[in-house]
Nanobody, 123 residues
Framework: VQLQASGGGLVQSGGSLRLSCAAS????????MGWFRQATGKVREFVAA????????EYEDSVKGRFTISRDNAKNAVYLQMDSLKPEDTALYYC?????????????????WGQGTLVTVSS
């Protein structure tokens, strides 16, 4: 599966952005999906994940209540709605896929990655 992330940009603290990740190449509903981020000089970290049918989700503690992951299998897309953004959310955001029903938090569990989309939150 090929993944293409988009939707990043510059936003003020407290603002919102919606990231999208378009998938192509294989049956999208076979894959659990995740969002990860990597700030400059830091390791890539888990943000959120969603199961194949969207029934289960996981969030990193610092984004719970502010970010929402969703997917539309008919459109082969996964989304990350980000509200109440903070400067510490600034990072390159990646979508990732794994052909399994589980939604682990470790990046190494995901086999397919899109290119990053940059989110910058100004204070």
């Amino acid at each position: 599966v090929q993944l293409q992330a988009s939707g990043g940009g510059l936003v003020q603290s407290g603002g919102s952005l919606r990231l999208s990740c378009a998938a192509s190449g294989r049956t999208f509903s076979w894959y659990s999906m995740g969002w990860f981020r990597q700030a400059t000089g830091k390791v890539r970290e888990f943000v959120a994940a969603i199961s194949r049918a969207g029934a289960s989700t996981e969030y990193e503690d610092s984004v719970k209540g502010r970010f929402t992951i969703s997917r539309d299998n008919a459109k082969n897309a996964v989304y990350l709605q980000m509200d109440s953004l903070k400067p510490e959310d600034t990072a390159l955001y990646y979508c990732a896929a794994r052909s399994d029903a589980t939604i682990p938090r470790r990046a190494s569990a995901y086999s397919y990655w899109g290119q990053g989309t940059l989110v910058t939150v100004s204070s």
